[in-house]
Structure formats: structure tokens, C-alpha cells
């Protein structure tokens, strides 16, 4: 079954699907946005790190995402951290990893998939880390839910039930890189974001509680990936972008259906 | 008295800014300390390096072990795009459903445990964080600006709760007030903090300090007007006299 690449490609946007949406909830509670992109962005250094070492992307990524997002957490913990130099690093990094692949000799890959993802030209072994990172991703939001919440309420509120808020955040910040190096390769760097963040702002209206909320993201989420496979698949158009497009649409849909249902606020 | 909290030549900065030097203070179990200050004197910075969010930058803070600490801060943002009822924001601070809505009735507040906590009113969810830092019996309690947002009888009431805490739970309560002219004179001691402490001791004290009149003699006349609570022992049904005297 898993010759087939539309299974391949379906099960990987359900791994990505499973890892984005809960993350996402936390990442437009805290006001990550553009933190989460920043980080996205700057990992297409590590994808260029890894064509010039011949080594593979996942680890790489994985780390230089997890640099960038440490680096960011110290700046905000001195208070540096705006959105002025959120920017600098985002669109520094993106530009240095540009740079630094039109460097390396004889590249195979286009650089295009690394961008907006290549979903259908994911390998068994692709699918086995994507599965393994968007379980790790899930078993942190699970695992440390609770403390997530209270650091985002309060980092002192956190602090006097002994939750320690820099820790939490680094926590966090790992669980965000892992989303950035599973879900380059489907969506690419540029729009990891938007499976960040659509999926869980579509959900808000129809949720009375930070884990219903979590719930219905997801449920977004893989209607947004899979529907985007099948709607790519149907249009000839590229799966990545299409899969964003389907999210806004599922946003636009779910914020008008709460319009009618709640009225207008 | 067993000592829950000491302070010793605590210095707290942000980058350059140096924002505290030089401060010495300890709060025991049952004692009610009252900090004034102006805007910018360090006074919830003061509160945070208590619970430990911000790290000194010299000196020390020495927690009696195990302390439980419940800490009510200044504002809470909430995001509107985050869906959390009173009752889940009351269970994460790990107490029981039956604890949580008992605190919630001791600060007048339990028809709000459903209701969502990005919609409530300043006062409501002042009233709510304080049931919250209530519920987990603490043994110090720390309140940053707890009056914002109040009015006058609610100010009063919740000065009238704090002393019946106090002597309900025998916990050392710290307070936060920029009400230079209101100072509860159920306060054991009051600190008057800028940047390092001014002076310190009795409200009464305190009051005809120089240092004091210094600081915020321009803006109150050097006048300082007590909140007066009168002990008449008074039962159910009869309320607490109390005399507001502004002397300005």
C-alpha cells in the first residue's frame, strides 16, 4: 500500500496535520506568529547546511530551528525580542539559506521544495520520521499541557506552583522546531506558519475550552492537508500552497458560520 | 513568628536599569506588609523576585522551605483567542472542585464559575485571581495592586477580607499599593519603597516620616490619610465602622 505515493503523501499531511494543530493553538494564545515563522523561515539554513554536508534534513533543520528559537527565548528574556528583530532574523536567515545553496556545486534538489514542500515525493523513510517527529510533537503539547497554560497566563502565576516558565518555554520552543523540520518538506518553510495558526483561529469560535479547541484544530487541520492533497490532486496545482488555501477557505467558512450562528461581534 | 520569606541586599535590574538595590526586608506568618511607592519604584518587581520569576541581580532571596506561596498579579492579560472558563483556570492550580468554588464564595465571586475568563470585568477577575491564590491555603500571600479596579466600597471590602485572611489562615500577606493616600492601617508595617527602602515600620510611623513626606509630600500636602478599621466586634448583620479621614 505504501508504494503508492498519494498514500505516502496522504499519511504524511495527516502526521503534519496531527503535530501543527495543537502547537498552533498555543502558538496564537501566546502571540507566536511570528515568532513560528521566524524559525520556519531561518531552517531553510539547515536544509542548506545539509546539501553542502550531504548529510540529511531532518536533524538539520531540527537543530538550526531549535538555535533560532533558543536565541529568540533569550532575547525575549531580555526584553529584546520585538517584532523589528524577530524580522531581522527571519528574513536574514531565509536570505543567508538562499544564498548559501547557490553555493553548493552540482544540487539535484530544487530549491522550490524546500520552500513550499514536496509532498508527493515523499520516501517510506521520509513518512517513518515525519510519524516519529509528529508523535514526539504531540506527546510534549499532551505531556505538558497544563504548565503550558498557566506559563501563558502567567509566567509568575507559573512560578508560584513551581512550574518554572523558562523551562516551559523551552520545552515549547523544541516542540516548535520539531513542527518546523516535520512539516518543511510537505508544506515547505514558508508556509509552515499558516497550518500553525489557520487551523487553530478557525477553531476558536466553536470551542468553550483550550482543549475542545485543541480537538477542533485538528480536526481542521487534517481536513485542510487532505483536502488540499485531494484538491491539488484534482487541479494539477502544487499540494503545499493548495493545503494553505483550503485552510483559509476552512477559516473564512468556520468565521462566517459563527457570524450567522452568534452573531457579529 | 517563623520567618517565610528574607530579603538581603537584593539587587534587581533589567539590562542597565537598575531597578532595586541595597533592600533588606522579611515577612513572617500572620504579619500584614504593606508596600508604597511611586510609579517605577520597584514595588512589583519586588513581588516577582519573591515568587522567583526575576533572578536577582545581587543580594538573596531565602524562601522558607517548601513555601506555598499564592500570588495575585497586577493584570492578567487573556487573550480573547484563548477559551478558558473560571472553573479550568481554578483547576489548574491543582485544588479540588469543592476547595475552588469555596474560595470563589469567600471573594463574592461564585456566580462566575462559568464564565468565560476573557470576558469578565477588571474587578471580576481581580476577584477571581485572588480565590485562585486563596484556594491553595498559602502561607504567604502576595498582592500586586489588589484595589485596581475597585471602587470604594469594593476596596473596602477587599481590605476587610484581607484582614480576616489573615487571621482565618495566619499567613504573612505582602501588598502592593500605589494609593499613597490610602494606606490600611490593619497593615503591621508599611515599606516605603524607591528604587531602595525610604523608611519603614508602623502606618503611624511611617506617616510622619520625613522620608516619607519627602516622597509624596507634593503630591498629598505631606498628608496621609489612614483607612480606619474600627475593631467593634460586631456581629452577623452589623457591619465594621469605618472612617475615611482625609486630612488634606
Excluded at chain 1, 500553525?196 to 485543541?214: D, K, N, Q, V
Excluded at chain 2, 511611586?38 to 517548601?66: D, F, H, I, W, Y
Aim: overall charge negative.
Amino acid at each position: 500500500m505504501l508504494d503508492d505515493f498519494l498514500i505516502r503523501a496522504a499519511l504524511a499531511a495527516l502526521g503534519v496535520a496531527f503535530a501543527t494543530a495543537p502547537l498552533g493553538c498555543f502558538v496564537v494564545w501566546r502571540r507566536m506568529a511570528y515568532f513560528s515563522d521566524a524559525t520556519a523561515h531561518v531552517s531553510l539554513l539547515g536544509v542548506a547546511i545539509a546539501l553542502a554536508l550531504n548529510a540529511p534534513i531532518f536533524p538539520s533543520v531540527l537543530l538550526v530551528a531549535l538555535v533560532m528559537g533558543v536565541v529568540v527565548v533569550r532575547l525575549s528574556g531580555r526584553g529584546l525580542a520585538t517584532d523589528t528583530s524577530l524580522g531581522v532574523l527571519a528574513h536574514s536567515g531565509l536570505a543567508l539559506g538562499l544564498v548559501a545553496v547557490a553555493f553548493i556545486p552540482n544540487i539535484r534538489i530544487s530549491l522550490d521544495s524546500f520552500l513550499f514542500g514536496d509532498v508527493l515525493a515523499v520516501s517510506r523513510g521520509d513518512l517513518a520520521v515525519i510519524w516519529l517527529g509528529a508523535a514526539a510533537v504531540v506527546a510534549l503539547v499532551i505531556w505538558r499541557w497544563s504548565a503550558w497554560l498557566l506559563v501563558t497566563l502567567s509566567p509568575e502565576l507559573a512560578q508560584s506552583q513551581n512550574v518554572k516558565p523558562r523551562l516551559e518555554e523551552l520545552i515549547l520552543t523544541l516542540a516548535l522546531a520539531l513542527t518546523v523540520a516535520v512539516a518543511i518538506e510537505v508544506v515547505g518553510a514558508l508556509l509552515i506558519g499558516a497550518l500553525l495558526i489557520i487551523p487553530a483561529a478557525a477553531a476558536r469560535p466553536w470551542s468553550g475550552s483550550p482543549e475542545r479547541m485543541a480537538m477542533i484544530a485538528v480536526i481542521f487541520g487534517v481536513a485542510s492537508t487532505l483536502g488540499g492533497l485531494q484538491v491539488a490532486f484534482w487541479l494539477d496545482t502544487p499540494a503545499g500552497p493548495t493545503m494553505v488555501v483550503v485552510a483559509g477557505a476552512i477559516f473564512a467558512l468556520s468565521t462566517l458560520g459563527a457570524g450567522l450562528r452568534y452573531g457579529w461581534s | 513568628m517563623p520567618e517565610l520569606v528574607r530579603v538581603e541586599r537584593l539587587k534587581m535590574a533589567y539590562g542597565d536599569d537598575v531597578v532595586l538595590s541595597g533592600v533588606d526586608m522579611s515577612i513572617e506568618a500572620g504579619e500584614i506588609v504593606t508596600i508604597v511607592g511611586p510609579n517605577g519604584s520597584g514595588k512589583s518587581t519586588l513581588l516577582k523576585a519573591m515568587v522567583g520569576t526575576e533572578l536577582p541581580r545581587g543580594g538573596e532571596v531565602v524562601r522558607k522551605q517548601g513555601l506555598r506561596i499564592g500570588y495575585v498579579p497586577q493584570r492578567m492579560a487573556v487573550d480573547a483567542l484563548l477559551p478558558l472558563a473560571v472553573s479550568r483556570f481554578l483547576s489548574l492550580a491543582r485544588v479540588r472542585k469543592a476547595d475552588a468554588i469555596g474560595a470563589l464564595e469567600k471573594v463574592g465571586a461564585e456566580r462566575l464559575l462559568n464564565r468565560q475568563l476573557s470576558d469578565l470585568s477588571g474587578g471580576q477577575l481581580q476577584r477571581v485571581l485572588l480565590a485562585r491564590a486563596l484556594a491553595s491555603e498559602p502561607e504567604l500571600l502576595l498582592l500586586d495592586e489588589p484595589t485596581q479596579g475597585l471602587d470604594q466600597p469594593g476596596s473596602a471590602a477587599l481590605y476587610r477580607l484581607i484582614e480576616q485572611l489573615r487571621d482565618d489562615l495566619g499567613c504573612g500577606i505582602v501588598m502592593v499599593s500605589h494609593e499613597l493616600h490610602v494606606v490600611m492601617s490593619a497593615s503591621d508595617r508599611v515599606i516605603c519603597l524607591n528604587g531602595h527602602v525610604c523608611c519603614q515600620g508602623h502606618p503611624d510611623v511611617v506617616a510622619s516620616a520625613p522620608e516619607y513626606r519627602a516622597l509624596f509630600g507634593t503630591g498629598t500636602q505631606g498628608a496621609l490619610a489612614l483607612y480606619r478599621h474600627e475593631h467593634t466586634h460586631s456581629h452577623e448583620g452589623h457591619d465594621h465602622d469605618h472612617h475615611h479621614h482625609d486630612h488634606a
